[in-house]
Nanobody, 115 residues
Framework: QVQLVESGGGLVQAGGSLRLSCAAS????????VAWHRQAPGKQRELVAV???????NYADSVKGRFTISRDNAKNTVYLQMNSLKPEDTAVYFC?????????WGQGTQVTVSS
């Protein structure tokens, strides 16, 4: 069974940093694209960043220059380094991938940025 487990969320002051991790079990997802999404209270889930199997990355305009997505295939883990955090970054962050046409989501990790 494929599972994604996020960690690294927490409470941080504006301007601070956090690094989220997304660890996969049940599959080696080194050749798969992995995405980070977030959902703030009362808002739709939005795509934050994507890393392709080959390492190409894309970011939402709202996080460009502040967030960096990366992967360590040996550890079967994808990371989201978040710098210069803003209160509007407050949300539950989810990682997601697609394995054999099946979309897999993690359970999410809460990020709260205080002003």
């Amino acid at each position: 069974q494929v599972q994604l487990v996020e960690s690294g969320g927490g409470l941080v002051q504006a301007g601070g940093s956090l690094r989220l991790s997304c660890a996969a079990s049940g599959v080696m997802f080194g050749s798969n694209a992995v995405a980070w999404h977030r959902q703030a209270p009362g808002k739709q889930r939005e795509l934050v960043a994507v890393i392709a199997g080959g390492g190409t990355t894309n970011y939402a305009d709202s996080v460009k220059g502040r967030f960096t997505i990366s992967r360590d295939n040996a550890k079967n883990t994808v990371y989201l380094q978040m710098n210069s955090l803003k209160p509007e970054d407050t949300a539950v962050y989810f990682c997601q991938t697609t394995i054999l046409s099946r979309t897999v989501w993690g359970q999410g990790t809460q990020v709260t940025v205080s002003s």
